[in-house]
């Protein structure tokens, strides 16, 4: 096994190994991770191929600082990232890979490495080797977070619960309209002020940042906007990062139309969308924060409401010296 760190110049076999990946998504994809200005991380992507030179591997990651020790981290650009890999790889192989990015970690002088998992239901073919060869090699799961999906393809109506169909019946009574918009400066205003209002915080991307990104990627991030009469009142940016999930990645409501329940609306509408475009899943994202140690209930009982359950989002890492 050869492991290099990324050049520019192999960019283009990246991005064609990552779209014919069993296990990847545009999070991975360079196009997204270099949107980032070049100094907010410190790029130490991996690439890792076999004697006769061909690409089995890729690791999407950065060197951080914890106190005085270098560690080789998952990509903190993206949610996830973990070990991509190709469907020729097999567990003989994967335990090989594994063993030879901690070796070429240790003698680039990491002291840990950190790797953050693609979830499950990204796969588009099982990559439970790359676990296996993980553990083998004696790395432990560091933390564990629980996001809440929806299988799309099995849904029936029957699997939400009486509140949230009867929320949804008062939307319509009411009646609010979804529909996909274009108009994120108008949502960027509610996400912004939800935000600062129920967590004192601020969107993970500036205005700026998600309209390259929606240049980047346009048939990827879509907004999907709930309206009262003509004014966008809450909504949802997703992104498609693979064929088989819809990613939630932002939520958010005016807080002054709640008791008509568009996001009810919303997510009852957006499941059906999937379901017509062939989607496997709906994922919502985690309700998790710290790392997994504080559960939001809140966000888990609204999600469960619509049959929503759980999918682990999983950190293993590992001590090298």
């Known amino acids: 096994m050869r492991v290099k760190i990324l050049e520019e110049a192999d960019v283009p076999l990246w991005e064609n190994f990552v779209k014919s990946s069993r296990n990847g998504t545009f999070m991975q994809h360079r196009e997204f991770l ?5 100094d907010r991380f410190k790029d130490c992507s991996l690439m890792v191929f076999n004697k006769k030179a061909k690409l089995l591997a890729v690791l999407p990651a950065a060197e951080k600082m914890v106190g005085k020790k270098k560690e080789l981290c998952s990509h903190p650009g993206a949610s996830h990232g973990g070990i991509i890999i190709s469907h020729g790889v097999k567990t003989e192989c994967m335990l090989e890979i594994v063993a030879a990015i901690k070796e070429f970690a240790k003698l680039k002088g990491f002291n840990a490495i950190e790797l953050k998992l693609v979830p499950r239901i990204y796969y588009k073919w099982p990559c439970d080797e790359i676990d296996f060869a993980l553990r083998y090699h004696g790395f432990k799961i560091q933390h564990t ?3 809440t999906a929806v299988p799309l393809q099995e849904y029936h109506a029957n699997k939400a ?4 169909l009867r929320n949804v019946k008062k939307a319509l009574k009411n009646n609010l309209v979804v529909k996909e918009s274009d108009d994120f400066s108008s949502y960027w205003s509610v996400l912004t002020e939800n935000l600062k209002t129920r967590h004192c915080a601020k969107p993970t991307h500036t205005y700026a940042e998600m309209m390259k990104l929606c240049e980047l990627f346009k048939d990827k991030i879509k907004l999907f906007g709930v309206y009262s009469e003509d004014q966008l009142i809450a909504g949802t940016v997703v992104f498609i990062l693979n064929e088989r999930v ?3 990645f932002y939520i958010a409501q005016n807080d002054d139309y709640q ?15 999937g379901i017509k ?7 919502w994202g985690i309700s998790t924060e710290n790392k997994g140690r504080t559960v ?9 409401g619509f049959g929503g359950r759980g999918v682990l989002r999983e950190t293993y890492a590992i001590n090298l010296k």
């Open 296 to 304: 939001n209930s809140g966000l888990f009982n609204f999600k469960e």
């Open 34 to 38: 270099n949107y980032h200005p070049k």
């Open 259 to 273: 008791s008509l329940r568009p996001l009810n609306l919303l997510f009852n509408w957006l499941i059906k969308w």
């Open 145 to 147: 977070e629980l996001a």
């Open 277 to 283: 475009h062939n989607f496997a899943y709906l994922d």
């Open 161 to 164: 619960s009486s509140s949230v």
């Open 246 to 248: 819809i990613n939630c």
